[in-house]
């Protein structure tokens, strides 16, 4: 994908343009991760781009911004800025085009992010981040009372990044990180839960988690029972145990998924009724949250001897005429019996043993 990258580049070059990928494509390089998400960066304006490439789509154009489709690849491309003035410390409301790169990279959040790659592949260090990267060090580029007030973002953008990256935060940012964090709750509940779910969803969230609670960030995010969960490797399992389905955006199968897991951890331990109720996934966050072997666990499923009332030997038209009654309520109660009967290996799933214990029971 950088080949392709670079092609984008060149051909820029060759229309008199400067142009460069930045953003976190360089920083990864350096740092030694793969990754496909490339951002270039370019004096061309939108305009310009739009007579240059073929396949453009236009997606902001209003703050420099287009993708260009090219050769399978997708590339966000944004034309150098220097953006004038924000909105609700979120969003800039007023830009202005510049041809310069080193401009362009002021405006940006952490020093780590500055790194570029020219047209020849070449890795350029403008604003001496690399001794931030070497350290590993997150540092806002510019006074971090100004970068973090202007954008709020930036707080959960910094802790991402710390805890994905397992950086360390400079002091004076983490302050303003801190003392800023009242401005979290002007950002919308989206774009607080993406940040959010990939701290969560990183193998190092327990940093993560320790400091959104340390900074006290916690209360602005309204997850004040942060500090009280147990720490577990799938999302849902955080969430659930945070109870803000009525503030965070969640689709309606997340929502009725963290219901049965709030329900299932109300039991001490899980047995094969359990298991079957719930299904494997629900119980294996379950094993996760409460400590419990999964292997266990995969073992115990494996060997419940129905996975579905489809599968149990009888049906309601059986129960009715083994007991020469007309269908009605009562063969719901006989079913669940039969079910939990099976499920506790009381009663083997076999068509003339339930029968015979329908007869012994309820004739």
């Known amino acids: 994908m950088e080949e392709k990258a670079l092609e984008i580049l060149n051909i820029l070059n060759e229309k008199g343009y400067e142009s460069y990928i930045v953003g976190g494509y360089p920083r ?27 396949n453009v789509i236009v997606s902001d154009t209003q703050y420099g911004s287009i993708v260009i489709a090219y050769k399978g690849y997708k590339f966000d491309v944004t034309t150098f800025r220097k953006e004038i003035k924000y909105e609700d410390h ?49 540092k806002t580029v ?53 940040e959010l779910d990939k701290i969560f969803s990183s193998t ?19 997850i004040s ?4 969960i147990t720490i577990c490797t799938d999302l849902i399992g955080i969430w659930c145990q945070l109870e803000v389905e009525d503030i965070y955006p969640f689709t309606k199968v997340e929502k009725e998924q963290m219901l049965l897991l709030r329900e299932l951890l ?10 079957y109720k719930y299904g494997l996934y629900l119980c294996t966050v379950y094993a996760d949250i409460k400590g419990i072997s999964k292997r266990k666990l995969n073992t115990m499923y494996n060997n419940i001897p129905i996975k579905s009332k489809k599968e149990i030997e009888i049906n309601a038209s059986d129960i009715s005429k083994i007991l020469n009654k007309k269908p009605g309520k009562y063969i719901k109660e006989i079913m669940n019996d039969i079910e939990k009967s ?11 043993e339930i029968k015979e214990y329908i007869l012994n029971n309820y004739s």
């Open 342 to 352: 099976i499920l506790n290996n009381s009663l083997n799933n076999n068509k003339e």
């Open 90 to 138: 979120r969003r800039p409301i007023k830009i202005k085009y510049i041809k310069n790169i080193k401009k362009d990279l002021l405006r940006r959040d952490f020093t780590i992010n500055t790194f570029c790659i020219d047209k020849e592949g070449n890795i350029i260090d403008a604003l001496g981040a690399k001794e931030d990267l070497d350290k590993r060090i997150l």
């Open 266 to 275: 109300t039991h001490n331990s899980i047995d094969n009724y359990l298991l």
């Open 204 to 222: 190092n969230k327990e940093k993560g988690i320790k400091l959104l609670i340390d900074l006290n960030l916690t209360n602005a995010l309204d």
């Open 225 to 228: 029972r942060l500090s009280m």
């Open 142 to 194: 510019g006074n971090p009372k100004y970068r973090i007030k202007e954008d709020a973002l930036r707080i959960l953008r910094c802790i991402r990044f710390a805890t994905i990256l397992n950086f360390e935060i400079d002091k004076k940012t983490k302050h303003y990180l801190s003392k800023y964090s009242y401005l979290l709750k002007k950002l919308s509940t989206n774009r607080k839960k993406e």
């Open 28 to 54: 990864d390089k350096l740092l030694g991760y793969k990754t496909n998400d490339i951002d270039i960066c370019t004096s061309a304006t939108p305009k310009e781009l739009l007579s240059i490439f073929e």
